[in-house]
């Protein structure tokens, strides 16, 4: 396939649903944009996938855990468009290859195992430089994104979101695609990010990296609170959450983002604490690869 193919097939606006009971909350169903990988990753690694290809760089090299969907797409969209791809995962020794790093290894990436103090390291010069030492001439891709190119993909979230929604509420990792929306946002629309991992510091290192990137100071909050034990971890009231909102609405939410982003808007809305009058839209990011065993 052609990038400029990919291009256009996640360049297609999202269908939309309502939430169960209220007309006026969208759910912008990334999670249907393609059968295998999740919009919202695909979205961050065309402008890579662009540049590397413009600077013909053939083999693209990153980071994540088992069961990470950034490692998915990346070797997918690796496989479909001819770069070679290289996983480095975090793994304790003697570990299975989860159903992720399988399709991984199908699409034809190069898998390493690291142990997770290395991984802990995966931000660092010095992390980078021995992959750069072992596989030189490739493309580096951190795993969260970060980038400016990952940012400005993110954006194109906004194609999709409806209108009428002057509420924005997505799941929050690394942060990149509340960047991307943040950096595009149209005027009087609030956006509300719900950190996935626990930060016994309050957030305060992700709003300051938000308020940075916020160029058009459009209005944000974080909703702390329901990471729960913390990032990849659920507990039994999420999956029951999880599962009850399959049965009301027919729209499956992974563990690891949406059910987590999902259940911090059923709360508010059970509290009346969203101006659901004015239009709320929740981001479906995608990620139900990662809930196969
Ligand atoms: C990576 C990911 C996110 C988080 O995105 P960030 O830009 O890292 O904040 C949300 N949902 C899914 C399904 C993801 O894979």
Same mark, same amino acid.
């Given at each position: 396939?052609?990038?400029?193919?990919?291009a256009?097939?996640?360049?297609?606006?999202?269908? %939309?649903?309502?939430w169960?009971?209220?007309? $006026?909350?969208?759910?912008?169903r990334?999670?249907?944009?393609?059968?295998v990988?999740?919009?919202?990753?695909?979205?961050?690694?065309?402008?890579?996938?662009?540049? @590397?290809?413009?600077?013909?760089?053939?083999?693209?090299?990153?980071?994540?855990?088992r069961?990470?969907?950034?490692?998915?797409?990346?070797? #997918?969209?690796?496989?479909?468009?001819?770069?070679?791809?290289?996983?480095?995962?975090?793994?304790?020794?003697?570990?299975?290859?989860?159903?992720?790093?399988?399709?991984?290894?199908?699409?034809?990436?190069? +898998?390493?195992?690291?142990?997770?103090?290395?991984?802990?390291?995966?931000?660092?010069?010095?992390? #980078?430089?021995?992959?750069? =030492?072992?596989?030189?001439?490739?493309?580096?891709?951190?795993?969260?994104?970060?980038?400016?190119?990952? %940012?400005?993909? $993110?954006?194109a979230w #906004?194609?999709? %979101?409806p209108?009428?929604?002057?509420?924005?509420?997505?799941?929050?990792g $690394?942060?990149?695609?509340?960047?991307?929306?943040?950096?595009?946002?149209?005027? =009087?629309?609030?956006?509300?990010?719900v950190?996935?991992?626990?930060?016994?510091?309050?957030?305060?290192?992700?709003?300051?990296?938000?308020?940075?990137?916020?160029? =058009?100071?459009?209005?944000?909050?974080? #909703?702390?609170?329901?990471?729960g034990?913390?990032?990849?971890?659920?507990?039994?009231?999420?999956?029951?959450?999880?599962?009850?909102?399959?049965?009301? $609405?027919?729209?499956?939410?992974? +563990?690891?983002? =949406?059910?987590k982003?999902?259940? @911090?808007?059923?709360?508010?809305?059970?509290?009346?604490?969203? @101006?659901?009058?004015?239009?709320?839209? %929740?981001?479906?990011?995608?990620?139900l690869?990662?809930?196969?065993?």
């Amino acid at each position: 396939m052609s990038l400029a193919k990919l291009a256009r097939i996640f360049s297609t606006p999202l269908p %939309i649903d309502a939430w169960p009971g209220q007309p $006026s909350v969208s759910i912008v169903r990334g999670d249907l944009i393609h059968p295998v990988v999740s919009g919202n990753k695909i979205y961050k690694l065309l402008p890579l996938l662009k540049q @590397a290809h413009q600077q013909n760089v053939k083999r693209l090299v990153s980071v994540g855990g088992r069961f990470s969907n950034h490692l998915h797409a990346l070797s #997918w969209a690796g496989h479909l468009l001819g770069f070679k791809t290289v996983g480095f995962y975090r793994s304790y020794t003697g570990q299975e290859l989860t159903p992720t790093l399988r399709d991984c290894l199908n699409w034809g990436m190069t +898998l390493h195992a690291i142990s997770p103090q290395q991984y802990q390291a995966r931000d660092t010069e010095a992390f #980078w430089s021995l992959i750069e =030492n072992q596989y030189p001439q490739s493309a580096y891709i951190r795993e969260g994104g970060w980038s400016a190119d990952a %940012i400005e993909g $993110s954006s194109a979230w #906004w194609q999709s %979101i409806p209108k009428s929604a002057k509420t924005v509420v997505l799941p929050v990792g $690394s942060g990149t695609t509340m960047v991307g929306l943040l950096a595009n946002a149209p005027e =009087n629309v609030r956006v509300i990010g719900v950190p996935v991992y626990r930060d016994p510091d309050g957030y305060q290192a992700l709003h300051e990296r938000l308020s940075i990137h916020n160029r =058009n100071q459009t209005r944000f909050e974080l #909703w702390g609170g329901y990471a729960g034990k913390g990032f990849g971890r659920s507990n039994s009231n999420l999956i029951q959450f999880a599962e009850q909102f399959e049965r009301q $609405s027919g729209v499956k939410l992974d +563990l690891v983002y =949406n059910a987590k982003s999902f259940y @911090a808007l059923f709360e508010r809305l059970m509290q009346n604490d969203v @101006a659901v009058s004015e239009g709320v839209a %929740i981001l479906h990011t995608g990620g139900l690869q990662g809930l196969r065993k």
